[in-house]
């Protein structure tokens, strides 16, 4: 098995990294300044670009391996979080990004994102939650609102939605973040933070589908509304938000995050966001806010901490099995069981 | 391996068939396994079959509670676990009522009669005791009052009522073990080893053991006193194995000899399971083993491993394959090494858990959407699942495919005394990753096509972490070479083309087809998997009568080997035993257009050699005689 000396990472650009394949996204979707950010990104990760491999599934964000000229695979519906463990059991060295959709990642494949995230492998996950299915030509999703009116369910969803930040909490993942696709800066703070962090990462990235979803986002991440209704969590901060931090995020006696005036209760009332609370329950209470449409929205780390990663303890296992037992020795193997002769 | 006590007053027999039938909470399949080991160790040929119910405990004392262990031994070269037992030990009234059937006539029983009570014999569904009317009229009977003699046994040695009870099962080991002069030394042994620190078990244990088997040499059971002489086995090392574990080995030699890490992503089901429990014991080997949150993560792993340059690996029964269809196929498409192995059990659904069946091959072959055909491969003895394992990843390298190992429920848990091979005497597997460019790009800088084909029409294996190589795969049609996204339809065309050419070039490197028996005969009996063992034995005893016969086994189910239509169509009647209903049959009628006959069979139970005899003979009769 080869690694890339640590040493010689050579210069690269956004260029290096880009396929020569013709990006087929629908023109003016969100996933193309996701790729941006990506890619502008990489340069300058200290990383190699054999080092590097993009699994994804189905769907329109899925297609996003083929235009990365790293190591990739557009594996099947759902199945990239259970197939991206095995490679990076087999390979730690190698950095692993998955790349889904809402449908792909919390419908078909709900089941290995919540087991990949409780299972802490060192996988970087990134979920483009448009609330849509589009390369089906939408039909709705598990992040749809109820009532959403598409073409699967043309008198009004009456299907509940998942919060996909309240589901990775859920699981104890042990990193989880939002963004979205209007922010290339903050895209690329959790881009990074995601790379960073020793275990399973979530990014959750709001995307939009300008072709059967528009504007999905409108009412949180256009520029003019962006600064009353994003509610950018800092670690070891006051939760503050608004264009003056006039509002902020403050615990009630049940423990759940409600919007407050900072003029009304202090700044000393303000919960102070502690990512690395090894407790999910307030982060979970975090997530909670934006539980609908329309309403102030965190984004940023949710959660960062430490859990022991599940590919290199599965190495240290190895390792330690073949310092006290030494490297396998295939005849004491077969002769293991009690033998007799014949001659 | 020579305290067999006092053999001199046994008479010698050449096999015998021993059936331990008991509760379910009895510990027969442990007494069985006992009894096998230490008659293995004396040198004597055997061939087992655990039989036991899906229920961990069913109701104490019920028909459905019933399991019992099957097992011949011979002085002389065997294949199966028997016909009709010539002993049933019956450990109470249930195992009697719902084993009886199988014993030969006039063949012995041994009762522990103890469990003859009211409460028991109702459960068993008994009105009035069958030691008490002609229920067992014509056969010996041995009434024996086991747990009683057991507590005996154990009263001094402060063990609690209950503890001293459950030793029973050693009490009836002992007396087998008197009966055919077993050694007692591998038992005793076993007793340390597995129940050490456990001192009050070790005690009533052993106590039993040796009350059974002194009550066989003060009982006046001496015209019950049997020695079986060691078999003449090929000269060389053996030791006793089970389907599973030799699997299990097979897979560890085959990344021993590939020089390749094996990544095992498997989900609990039986009877797979023991072969995930035994490679992941192995890690000083560098196996990696996954337990998924299902059959589809499972195989999505191995195939993730395998994209990573390891041997991706799978273990599974039925309906896992059934899950595993979509990624299995991605595979295909893919071209990587992957294999899947299928120990297969009675279907559909859950049909029968803990039953034999070889109902999945068609699964195996066909059981994606799409064109998507790919290797199978079948095992057919216990010992001989290392082969085979082996062979599955040999091909899964060589060829980059998917490959499909088909064991089944009675290779898995049946076991036989196993020649070992020397180490350095196994075959080599060339994992020949890809390491440089293969092309050269239109400005004259080294490029890389991840579908650029050798001489086998296999792709390279260039895995992540190698500089240069950086390729896109995915489940999308490609084209041919370059591997980019192509919706051509003629490159559509030629990709199902090649994707079936390279599995069929399999069959160049296959040896030649074994015709085993008489190759000049009219008949010839044509098997798969695990109905090697009762075949074999028909076979032989029909020649011992005088009666021409051939047998084909296929190892090989896909490709099937060139020579085989050909080797068919001699034969006025090819007649084909299989545990399914007759789905080898048709593959070869589609094939060959040859009139193949089927001899199908799913109860859940192995053929016996002298059933297929029959059935074969009335199957021939059927169609008439010689063309
Ligand atoms: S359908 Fe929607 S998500 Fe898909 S490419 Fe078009 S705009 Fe993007």
Not at chain 1, 53 to 59: D, E, K, Q
Not at chain 2, 266 to 272: D, F, G, H, M, V
């Amino acid at each position: 098995m080869s690694t890339a000396p640590e040493t010689a990472i050579p210069v690269t650009t956004k260029k290096d990294w880009a396929t020569d394949q013709e990006v087929r996204w629908c023109p003016g979707c969100g996933d193309y300044s996701i790729l941006t950010a990506v890619q502008l990104m990489l340069p300058d990760l200290g990383v190699t670009r054999e080092n590097t491999v993009f699994i994804s599934g189905i769907g329109c964000a899925a297609r996003f391996p083929y235009y990365m000229n790293t190591y990739g695979m557009h594996s099947i519906h759902g199945r990239a979080p259970a197939i991206s463990p095995g490679l990076k059991l087999a390979r730690p060295e190698i950095d692993v990004w998955v790349i889904g959709g809402d449908g792909d990642m919390l419908s078909i494949g709900g089941n290995h994102l919540i087991h990949a995230l409780r299972r802490n492998v060192n996988i970087n996950i990134l979920l483009f939650n448009n609330r849509i299915y589009g390369l089906t030509k939408g039909q709705y999703s598990p992040t749809s609102e109820v009532g959403k009116v598409t073409k699967s369910t043309p008198f009004g969803s009456v299907d509940a939605p998942f919060n996909p930040i309240s589901v990775a909490l859920g699981a104890e993942a042990s990193f989880v973040a939002r963004t979205h696709d209007m922010d290339r800066k903050h895209m690329q703070a959790m881009f990074r933070r995601a790379h960073a962090h020793q275990g399973a990462a979530l990014v959750e990235v709001f995307q939009n589908c300008n072709v059967f979803n528009d504007g999905a986002y409108d009412t949180i991440t256009k520029k003019d509304v962006r600064g009353h209704m994003l509610i950018d969590l800092q670690h070891g901060e006051p939760i503050r938000f608004g264009p003056d931090g006039e509002r902020g995020v403050a615990l009630d006696g049940r423990g759940l995050a409600t919007i407050v005036d900072v003029a009304d209760v202090g700044v000393d009332a303000l919960l102070v966001h502690d990512e690395a609370d090894p407790d999910p329950s307030v982060a979970f209470a975090l997530s909670r806010l934006s539980n609908g449409v329309g309403r102030p929205t965190p984004i940023g780390v949710f959660r960062a901490v430490d859990r022991p990663e599940y590919a290199s303890a599965t190495s240290a296992q190895l390792a330690e099995a073949q310092a006290a037992q030494g490297p396998g020795d295939l005849h004491a193997l077969l002769h293991s069981q009690p033998t007799w002769d014949v001659s | 391996m020579t305290d067999v006590a006092d053999s001199s007053t046994a008479r010698e027999l050449s096999q015998v068939i021993i059936r331990f039938a008991g509760d379910s909470g009895d510990g027969m399949q442990l007494t069985g396994d006992r009894f096998t080991n230490a008659s293995a160790l004396f040198g004597n040929d055997l061939a087992t079959l655990p039989d036991f119910p899906a229920e961990i405990r069913a109701p104490a004392g019920t028909l459905a509670g019933v399991s019992a262990f099957q097992v011949q031994i011979s002085d002389h070269d065997i294949t199966t676990p028997g016909d009709a037992p010539n002993v049933l030990v019956a450990m109470n009234p249930a195992a009697l009522k719902s084993d009886l059937g199988r014993l030969e006539p006039g063949g012995t029983v041994i009762v522990n009669e103890d469990t003859f009570e009211d409460r028991n014999l109702a459960k068993a569904g008994y009105d009035t005791s069958p030691l008490d009317d002609d229920t067992l009229g014509g056969y010996t009977v041995i009434r024996v009052p086991m747990t009683s003699l057991t507590m005996e046994a154990c009263k001094d040695l402060g063990v609690k009522t209950r503890d001293a009870e459950r030793s029973k099962n050693f009490f009836a080991l002992g007396l087998i073990s008197w009966m055919y002069t077993r050694p007692l030394e591998p038992t005793l042994d076993w007793i340390d080893k597995k129940f050490a620190g456990k001192e009050l078990v070790i005690g009533a244990n052993k106590a039993a053991f040796k009350a059974g088997h002194a009550y066989g040499e003060t009982a006046e059971l001496g015209e019950h006193h049997f020695m079986i002489r060691p078999a003449a086995l090929e000269p060389g090392t053996y030791t006793n194995i089970n389907g599973n574990t030799a699997l299990a080995w097979g897979l560890i030699a085959a990344g021993h000899q590939a020089k390749v890490p094996l990544f095992l992503g498997s989900y609990p089901i039986t009877p797979a399971s023991d072969i995930l429990h035994e490679l992941s014991k192995h890690k000083n080997f560098g196996v990696r083993t996954l337990q998924a949150e299902d059959e589809i993560a499972a195989v999505g792993a191995a195939l993730g491993a395998s994209y990573g340059g390891h041997i991706g690996l799978t273990t599974t029964s039925g309906p896992g394959v059934a899950l595993k269809g979509e990624t299995i196929g991605l595979a295909v498409s893919l071209e990587l090494p992957l294999v899947i192995i299928d120990i297969q059990r009675g279907g559909p659904s859950t049909g029968l858990p803990t039953k034999t069946e070889a109902s999945d091959l068609m699964l195996a072959m066909y059981g994606r959407h799409g064109e998507a055909p790919l290797p199978v491969i079948a095992a057919y003895s216990p010992a001989q699942c290392f082969e085979a394992a082996l062979e599955a990843v040999r091909i899964a390298i060589t060829y980059r495919t998917p490959v499909v190992l088909l064991s089944d429920g009675y290779l898995a848990n049946g076991s036989e005394p196993w020649r070992l091979p020397d180490v350095a005497s196994l075959p080599t597997i060339e994992a020949n990753y890809a390491t440089e460019p293969n092309q050269v790009n239109e400005d004259g800088e080294p490029s890389f096509w991840p579908y650029q084909r050798d001489e086998n029409l296999a792709r390279p294996w260039a895995i992540p972490g190698t500089p240069g190589l950086m390729h896109r795969v995915g489940g999308i049609e490609k084209q041919d070479g370059t591997g980019n996204i192509s919706y051509d339809p003629a490159n559509h065309q030629h990709m199902t083309d090649i994707r079936q050419a390279r599995i069929d070039k399999i069959a160049e490197s296959l040896p030649p087809l074994d015709v085993a028996g008489d190759a000049d005969a009219d008949l010839c009996l044509l098997g798969w998997g695990s109905t090697w063992g009762a075949i074999t034995g028909a076979v032989n005893r029909m020649r011992a009568g005088g009666q021409k016969v051939a047998q084909i086994h296929l190892t090989h189910l896909n490709p099937l080997p060139t020579e085989l239509g050909d080797l068919l169509r001699r034969f006025d009647h090819v007649v084909v035993p299989e545990m399914n209903m007759g789905q080898l049959t048709r593959i070869i009628r589609a094939e060959y257009l040859v009139d193949a006959i089927s001899i199908p069979k799913v109860m859940g139970q192995p053929f016996t050699a002298g059933e297929l005899i029959e059935r074969i003979a009335a199957a021939t009769a059927a169609s008439g005689g010689p063309r």
